[in-house]
């Protein structure tokens, strides 16, 4: 299996990100009638899961 080049992972990025803008849209337009703080928190909620994630498979110092 041939490496993926780094213009690939770059168009296959910008895609996911395209993509999960347009679900998170989705999901906040399907919520209803809920605060906006709250809607703001969850949103939030799920970057932090992700972003927590991502750091510890990279192993990356989180704090300094």
């Given amino acids: ?3 993926i080049n780094n213009k ?3 168009i296959i ?3 996911l990100s395209a993509f999960s803008f347009s679900g998170m849209s989705t999901f ?3 919520s209803g009638d809920v605060p906006t ?3 703001v928190f ?5 970057a ?7 750091l510890l498979k990279k192993q990356a110092k989180i704090f300094a």
Avoid at 48 to 54: D, E, V
């Fill in 48 to 54: 932090l899961f992700i972003a927590t994630i991502t």
């Fill in 28 to 30: 906040i337009n399907l």
């Fill in 37 to 39: 703080v709250q809607k």
């Fill in 42 to 46: 969850f949103r939030n909620l799920v």
């Fill in 8 to 10: 690939t992972k770059g």
């Fill in 1 to 3: 299996m041939s490496k």
């Fill in 13 to 15: 990025c910008i895609l």
